[in-house]
């Protein structure tokens, strides 16, 4: 089992490890079990996973568009050499876009289904590397082109990347197959219950042990990215203050150990700053001053450009630009300092979810969705349940929303078996690798989140917890802290637990992290109690967890657009918007609570199940097509007056 000195215990990231996926993907999928392929080994090696912006001498080509695809219920894809001969029966999808909503047949498949597509390699990137790029592919994806296997990634959510260059034909079509599997497995994060097991199922169809539709397919873009053959592997930055001084390091790696003269330039400033660095044996760093900084906040979201050049600067080797923002984040007792300042979280936990494409990219929605998050008055928002898009990132390091960042760790149970749990584990910790290695040089994001209300045991059960389930817990998230510390020595770390949860678990973080439901699954229809029970709730919090700072990150109630009543009555949208309210009056009285998230931001799809109307998630303040509900306006008025 977990043992914090054993072998599952948090390993240092080698650099090699550090721009790959493969390796680790496929050590992750032989630990979840994954259908391990006749397809023979992978035979490409891993490509770097910094997002492919274009430079002088990278480019990108976007593959987006309408792809072939076909479903494989019987499994007989491989043994059929489908990705070699190509579909037999194809229909025409969508990439990125997720299954489910756009064939009635295939709204609950959660087999495998084949995606192909042709492309033909640009005349100009002749002599350069290219490689393969999927932003996610949900859950599991193996990967040929030109009939020839390249490897798998296990987990959605997260990029990975082949290197392709010599295969992929020039002058000739290039037929690249992607066979995506999402079986719900308990064995997986997030978790779905084993029904053969009894295992708590919140949801009835799907069976799933949490709420959100698990939508599956390629869901975000897929693309081709051509780089010099010695190429920037792997950019991290990290900022500092010190008085008006901001401070910027830089370290790389550089394919090929090469070795050689690097350039460094901060633009967009009133003054470029340039520092040069020797590149040595692949790896380089570099130490910036920026007089008269401009420091990232949400009220002056500045960027600044960096961009990183190997070679001179006539005939460069490669270069790459990528934006920053210049700011600190600490935990000071019972405080979130934010360059140095104090910060109040207004915000929510969102999903990714629309009509139609699932869980795909929607740059629309995601720009609309921050300009209602701007015109409510807020300033954050959590990933919630898992990672999401880059360009969700990027976008709000432009807004200036601070982000906590969660990892897929969704619906663990500690009465589960130890061989489901070790599974899990070794899942999250992979994900949770990939997720800081994507998102650590974005300035947005504040904390991360290594899980969603993990239990001790399943809440349908009044029976009491197996014996060692909380130490089993104490010490899978003991292992999870210390990875992400190890990888990111610069924000804070914590978990979301439910009403509490096991305070040997949520103690470890920097942040106490909670969700709380009195006046919906708790003390149900009765505001004047909620207010009552929070109360007494966030006061025993401070008993248990002395000084930290808390953020409430869900609370809220379903309502039914348009559904109305006095005395508010759950469903309602006056009973809604009473309940936020009400938690807002309660927890602004308490200084150590510094941040309120209501659960959600917009109704979002679900299960079928008597829980949910319409298998819609209504704890939206907005409806899923983004229209306010009376809770929109009443959040507004309390949080553009504070
Ligand atoms: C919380 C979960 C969230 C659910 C919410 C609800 O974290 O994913 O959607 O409950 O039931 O416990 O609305």
Known sequence: MIDEQGPARPRAVTRRQAVGALGLAASAAAAAGAATTAAAQPTRGPASLLYPHESRTRATRDLSGLWSFQLDPKNEGEAGRWFERGLPAPRKIPVPCSWNDLFDDALNYFGTAWYETEFHLDPAWRGRRVAVRFGSAVYHARVWLNGVYLGEHLGGHLPFAFDVTGLAHDGAPNRLVVAVENELRVDRVPSSPDPKAGHFAFLEEPNTAYDFFPYCGLHRPVLLCAAPDTHLQDVTVTTGLSGNRGEVAVEFQVSGAWSGPATLTLTGGPKPVTVTAAVKAGAGVARMVVPDVRAWSPDDPFLYRLTVRLGPEGAPVDEYTLKIGVRTIAVRGSEILLNGKPVFLKGFGKHEDGAIRGKALDLPMLVRDFELLKWLGANSFRTSHY???????????????????????????????????????????????????????????????????????????????????????????????????????????ALVSVQGGPAEWVGQGDVICQNSYNGWYAVSGRLGDAAVALEQEVTALRARHGDKPVIYTEFGADAVAGMHSQPPAMWTEDYQADIIETYWQVLRKHPYVVGTHPWAFADFRTGQSTMRVGALNQKGVFTRDRRPKLAAHRLRSLWRST
């Open 387 to 493: 990672p999401y898009a880059e360009e969700a990132l990027m976008l709000a390091d432009e807004y200036g929303l601070m982000v906590i960042a969660e990892t897929p760790g969704v619906s663990l149970i500690f009465s589960d078996p130890p061989e489901v749990i070790e599974a899990r584990y070794k899942q999250l910790e992979m994900a949770l690798g990939e997720l800081i290695r994507r998102d650590r040089n974005h300035p947005c994001v504040i904390l991360w989140s290594l899980a969603n209300e993990p239990i001790a045991k399943p809440f349908h059960t009044a029976d009491p917890e197996p014996p060692g389930a909380v130490e089993t817990g104490r010490k899978f998230f003991a292992n999870l802290f210390a990875r992400a510390r190890s990888l990111d020595r610069t924000r804070p770390v």
